[in-house]
């Protein structure tokens, strides 16, 4: 989403902590049109890892614009830019590598955005990954169930199996020695 303490061509430097770590934010419709009505097309948060900002979160499948704004994301992949809409808290201007800049000190983030060019350095989608369907899951999970009890029922069946062959496997010895004691018997009259 953003990468920390270098200029971005607004001339802003965000500097570490000025996200809420977890902070929670709603996708805007592309280009931050969720600013002029547009429904949000997902949520998540905001975590902080070394010098950048990350956003995690989940598309709305269930919504038509949801899903399309996925469908683009996901295959432009890297190539897609990301922007975010916020209020400054906190900030000061000075001098960065000889140029005047802001430093954002602290910021109140509402929505991150898929854009055509962000402001930010760096900004990138790092990855995205299909939510699973919840019917996809119950089916799955009843077939898991099914799995396992028929992998249960093959169990016993393979015992009971093990355990007639056991059986005959006794008797056949069982006869075996009923016919060495009785030719045994022949043999001495």
Known sequence: MATLGVVDSDQDVILPGAFTEGEPVVVSAYGH??????LPVG???IHTRGDEAIF???FFLDTTAGKDT???VKALGAAQAWSFGFDVVDEQHGEHSGQRVRFLKR?????VSPVLRGAGVGVRTLAVKAAEDPVEAVVREFARFVEIGLAQDLARELAE???R???????DRDRRDLLDIRNHLHRRN
């Open 33 to 38: 049109q969720s600013w002029s009505g547009a």
């Open 107 to 111: 910021l109140r983030t509402y929505e």
């Open 161 to 163: 199996i093990k355990h």
């Open 70 to 72: 996925f469908a683009v």
């Open 165 to 171: 062959v056991e059986l005959a496997d006794q008797r």
């Open 43 to 45: 949520a998540g948060e």
């Open 56 to 58: 995690t979160g989940r």
